[in-house]
């Protein structure tokens, strides 16, 4: 299952993030093509004036496998840009976690397929009493075109274990292609953590990009890495705001914090859910909030 969050949406907002304003006019073009028409404007208020800022990104199982459905947001993740504290804060949130449409139990990565990108915010919002000011939706088909354009990543394993002909051992570190970056970011079922320490090698992959970004910014300006975004991501995102993210949000990509929502397994009428105590729902708030610097 190629659910590789949204590593290639992270990584279009903090390569912006990185490199600064000139980024903008190279990517102008790019970012016309993945920018919808229902424009937020909470985004634009926020970065007009340079506070923290809160997108969900999400990672469509469509084009993974050859399919080209509408899919599920199989990977979802709340990312806070804050400039003032030099930080960007990731949380991740399961796939089965539960909530509830018009009184009936579903797992929250089907509020995009039974409507919108900006059902599955909605869903993200009341669960954890945040407010969110976009979007970014990437189809998880383009991975490893987007890995393959930025000249590959490294990361360090977390856990020894074998996943369609890669072997990965614990505590190395691999420099990874875009099809080794899927297999590292897919297995679940031989993971001690479950689909927790999948988000986590999910995790691992998109600061890998960021720290590759970085390293080397020209490499954001590049054709194929162009291309690779724009046949791949949509967003709610407005220009205006991706140039205020440009100019004004560099320093966010000082130090990146990483956090996982995390609940119990709990069978509902034959499906399997994961149930957050309500004092987990509370942490994850904290944690966000204060990233918001609220």
């Known amino acids: 299952m190629k659910k590789i969050i949204l590593r290639i949406v992270a990584v279009l907002v903090v390569a912006i993030i990185g ?68 930080t960007t804060t990731m949380v991740s949130i399961p796939r089965d976690t539960k909530i509830e449409i018009d009184d009936v139990p579903v797992k929250i990565n089907a509020a995009y397929s039974y409507g919108s990108s900006t059902s599955a915010v909605d869903a993200v919002e009341k669960l954890a009493d945040i407010k969110i000011d976009g979007y970014l939706l990437v189809n998880m088909g383009g991975l490893e075109k987007l890995v393959n354009a930025v000249g590959g990543v490294t990361v360090t394993s977390p856990l020894t274990f074998s996943y369609r002909g890669k072997s990965f051992a614990k505590n190395q570190s691999y420099n990874l292609n875009g099809a080794d970056a899927l297999r590292f970011s897919q297995m679940r079922y031989d993971d001690p953590d479950g689909d927790y320490g999948r988000q986590r090698r999910q995790q691992l992959v998109i600061s890998a990009i960021i720290a590759k970004v970085k390293d080397h910014p020209t490499q954001v300006l590049s054709g194929k890495f162009l291309n690779a975004v724009s046949d791949n991501l949509r967003t709610d995102i407005s220009l205006s705001s991706i140039k205020d993210l440009a100019l004004k949000y560099k320093s966010a990509a000082g130090a990146i914090n990483m956090d996982q929502m995390r609940g119990k397994g709990k069978q509902i009428n034959g499906s399997d859910f994961e149930v957050q105590p309500k004092s987990e729902i509370t942490r994850i708030h904290k944690v966000i909030t204060t990233a918001q610097g609220k």
């Open 19 to 86: 490199v600064g304003g000139y980024v903008y006019y190279r990517v102008h073009n790019a970012a016309s093509q993945i920018s919808s028409w229902d424009k937020n404007k909470a985004s634009e208020d926020a970065t007009n004036s340079g506070k923290p800022v809160t997108y969900l990104l999400m990672g469509a199982d469509t084009g993974a496998l050859g399919r080209s459905y509408k899919g599920r947001t199989d990977t979802m993740m709340v990312v806070v840009l804050n400039p003032k504290t030099r």
